[in-house]
């Protein structure tokens, strides 16, 4: 019994159904099949579109009666929830009859009805491989497998489910699906393509395939599948797939396509469409120079509440600074502002930004000093306030700011008696400042020095810039001093190796040259010492 159960596990591995009979029976065994008769081709045709019968284990091996009388029982068990007698009793079935899916089946459904999924799905799995053309069984064991994260094993399932019924949209789906949470985003695509060839129509294909298809790289092969979905749906509009569309028509900046597959979409009343595609024709029209036209698509979105429609409001107004207007960006700023949780850092800083441009230059640097309470480290706000303070001629705070230093009164006195303290102060060695410039964001440094050069300090520039410059040199001869160790230590290793070979050579060669004069005793016996004996 124990040599018939490694022959099934053995045949469980093939999943041709001949293969599995020969290695359950023997060669010799082997299950006579009769002579099909030779069918015509209408007759082949009607055969195809004939539904199918489900091949079941009770219409493929026929048990002995005490054994069918034991499945009897089991199954009597189980109706009646007794599960331990069950159990007890499918395992002796199992024991007599390993080749027979029905035992395995049922101990799945037990183990189901007792929450242990994983026994549930083991035995699930042998009686499939007992019934290798169940393709309904092959797709639940799929997903099985992807509920309890096991997504290889999950596609091999919906595999064997395909090799079936290649047909099956769901298995095919359920397939792409597991491939692209395994980040095999090719193979995925590939299996939604094959899936999209089925239903050109479905608009919830065509999208998965398409983001697959925009992660790799490839835009214009998702462009064409949502293109070509769009044009297969005649009675109805898929809106989904057209935002989608539009945005990638927008990300090349193929502007022109997206503005006519909106109007084609909207006919005479843009107003109908959704909000979405609506601020998108905006937005194109926007970048085509046709300003009027695209505040009107702009102006139905003030109607709408600023909290639900943020990320709306926001590419209307970088939209609107991009295009150089920078007025109606800030106002649409200042609505996204009203809402307590977008009334953030980065909210302030494009503010900053329109008030500079609109040379409000104190409502500007009010906003950026805003900014840096709450993002100290942002270097283009310092940069940007910093030029600010220089357009007011405020220097010192121009330079402070540069520095990273807080702006308060306290600071501000205290950074004036160190400034008149360290002219006097020789003490601090160039070492010092070099360390202290090492700390420091280049930009900042290089920002700071160009401002002491236009005030006409030269002492400060180069204060500033010379440290900078010792700390740059002092990092290259560190990497040059290390990729010297480098390439001295691959150097001595390439050398150890090659000194290893000749030993090993050299050896090789002496041992050779020893076995050469050694007489090969197995062909040439060797001659008494008396001289060969003879016979009379």
């Not at 199992?94 to 929450?115: C, F, K, Q, S, W």
Request: charged letters at 30%; hydrophobic letters at 35%; aromatic letters at 6%.
């Amino acid at each position: 019994m124990e040599e018939l159960s490694e022959e099934v596990e053995e045949a469980l591995g093939s999943s041709d159904e001949e293969e599995v009979e020969i290695e359950l029976f023997g060669a010799q065994q082997k299950r006579k099949r009769k002579k099909r008769k030779r069918l015509t081709r209408e007759e082949r045709i009607a055969r195809q579109h004939k539904p199918k019968k489900r091949k079941t284990a009770s219409t493929q091996s026929k048990l002995p009666p005490d054994v069918a009388q034991l499945m009897g029982e089991a199954n009597s068990h189980y109706i009646s929830r007794e599960f331990p007698e069950a159990l007890k009793l499918l395992h002796e079935v199992v024991r007599r009859v390993p080749n027979v899916a029905d035992p395995y089946h049922t101990l799945g459904l037990i183990y189901e009805e007792m929450d242990d999924k994983k026994k549930s799905l083991e035995f699930y799995l042998i009686a499939a491989h007992l019934t290798p053309k169940d393709s309904t069984l092959w797709k639940r064991l799929g997903q099985m497998s992807r509920e309890q994260g096991m997504l290889k094993q999950a596609i091999y399932c919906y595999k064997r489910c395909l090799g079936n019924s290649s047909g099956d949209a769901d298995a095919m789906w359920d397939r792409a699906f597991c491939l692209a949470e395994l980040g095999e985003n090719k193979k995925a695509v590939e299996g939604f393509e094959q899936l999209f060839e089925l239903r050109p129509y479905d608009g919830l294909v065509a999208r998965e395939t398409a983001k697959l298809y925009h992660k790799l790289g490839q835009s214009q092969h998702a462009i064409k599948i949502l293109e070509r979905c769009l044009q297969e749906q005649k009675d109805q509009t898929d809106y989904h797939s057209a935002n989608m569309l539009c945005e990638l028509y927008m990300e090349l900046g193929s502007f022109e396509k997206c503005v006519q597959l909106v109007q084609k979409l909207g006919g005479s009343s843009v107003a109908a469409l959704p909000i979405d595609l609506t601020i998108k024709l905006g937005i194109c029209l926007a970048y085509l120079n046709h300003i009027d036209k695209a505040e009107q698509c702009f102006d139905l979105l003030l109607n709408c509440d600023v909290q639900s429609y943020s990320d709306l409001y926001l590419d209307v107004a970088e939209t609107l600074q991009a295009v150089e207007l920078p007025d109606k960006a800030l106002h649409v700023y200042n609505l996204i502002t009203q809402v307590p949780t977008l009334n953030n850092a980065q909210i302030w800083k494009k503010q900053a930004v329109c008030c500079a441009k609109l040379k409000d230059v104190q409502t500007a640097i009010s906003l950026y000093e805003k900014v840096l309470t709450e993002l100290p480290k942002d270097v283009s706000t310092r940069v940007a306030l910093s030029d600010l303070y220089r357009q007011v001629h405020d220097l010192s705070k121009a330079v402070l700011i540069l520095q990273g230093t807080d702006l308060s009164e306290s600071t501000l006195a205290a950074e004036a008696a160190g400034a008149a303290s360290s002219s006097s102060n020789a003490d601090e060695t160039v070492e010092t400042a070099i360390d202290d410039v090492a700390t420091r964001d280049p930009q900042l440094v290089y920002q700071e020095a160009l401002l002491h050069h236009s005030k006409g300090d030269i002492v400060q520039f180069c204060d500033v810039l010379l440290p900078f410059l010792l700390h740059a040199i002092k990092m290259d001869v560190l990497f040059l001093q290390k990729k010297e160790k480098a390439m001295e230590f691959e150097s001595q290793t390439n050398q150890k190796a090659e000194q290893e070979e000749e030993e090993a050579a050299a050896a090789e060669a002496i041992a050779t040259e020893s076995w050469v004069g050694v007489p090969d005793r197995r062909r040439e016996p060797s001659t008494p010492k008396n001289g060969p004996t003879i016979s009379a």
